[in-house]
């Protein structure tokens, strides 16, 4: 059984003492939960960053609906001992469930196409964690119908899979592969801000979303990070 530690070690210099040493040695199913349990912390970090970013081209709640939709994913899964597929379907259902608006639906897409794409595997080998990314991504583009350039998530996640197909197949390490994954997420971040938005409440702001950085495609790259920083630490 996977014991989350206290806040207090799950804070500042011991928190990060804690992640160095207990990474290296934890199963692909402690990964994925300590990947989870950062994006809830990540999430809540960032909340007022990303409301403010949906303030600007939206309707100032991604930040809230990021930070409670993985505050109600820990809650579910702590006590629990599901296998990695398992935590990653509760995952998805939880975010369905419980966030409301567009990024509830899409990041719960992806979170249960990442399941079925790792769903009785117990060990996850670099091509399954980019898989895994690749499933979700698909599933998010398909619930969305946003294709890269619409100002959304997409213009982060699509190149960073990419970016992270290119790193495996050229037979790259996985610290390197979600690197590239995570600095093409960064600059898709980038390069969508002068784009003028063509889908969700942001395309109706029309010429006026132009210059504004997208709060989905940001999370995107937090979640990328967040993957660096657990399975490759
Ligand atoms: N069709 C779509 N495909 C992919 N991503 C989308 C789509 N529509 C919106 N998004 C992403 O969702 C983010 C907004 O998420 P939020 O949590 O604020 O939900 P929301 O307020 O219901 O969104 P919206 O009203 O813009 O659809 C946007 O910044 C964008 O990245
Ligand atoms: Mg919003």
Not at 95 to 102: C, K, M, P, R
Not at 145 to 161: C, S, W
Request: glycine content about 10%; proline content about 4%.
């Amino acid at each position: 059984m996977l014991v989350i530690p206290p806040i207090s070690y799950r804070s500042g210099t011991l928190r990060m003492i804690y992640r160095r040493v207990s990474t290296a040695l934890m199963t692909s199913k402690q990964q994925v939960f300590e990947w989870l349990q950062m994006l809830a912390q990540v999430y809540a970090e960032n909340k007022t960053h990303l409301t403010q970013l949906d303030s600007a081209i939206g309707d100032a709640d991604h930040g809230i609906n990021m930070a409670r939709g993985f505050a109600a994913v820990i809650e579910k899964l702590s006590g629990q001992d599901q296998p990695l597929g398992a935590a990653l379907k509760t995952t998805g259902m939880t975010l369905v469930q419980s966030v409301g608006g567009a990024a509830g639906p899409l990041y719960g897409t992806f979170f249960l196409r990442a399941a079925g794409s790792c769903r009785d595997k117990t060990a996850l080998e670099p091509q399954d964690i980019v898989g895994m990314f690749e499933a979700g991504v698909d599933g998010v583009r398909q619930r969305g119908k946003a294709e890269p350039g619409d100002k959304t998530m997409i213009d982060a996640l699509d190149p960073a899979v990419d970016a992270m197909k290119k790193a495996l197949a050229a037979g790259q390490d996985l610290k390197s592969i979600l690197e590239k994954g995570r600095a093409a997420a960064e600059q898709g971040v980038q390069d969508s801000i002068p784009l003028v938005a063509r889908k969700g409440r942001a395309s109706y702001l029309g010429e006026r979303s132009a210059g504004h950085q997208d709060p989905g495609a940001t999370s995107s790259h937090l979640m990328l990070k967040a993957a660096l920083e657990t399975f490759a630490s």
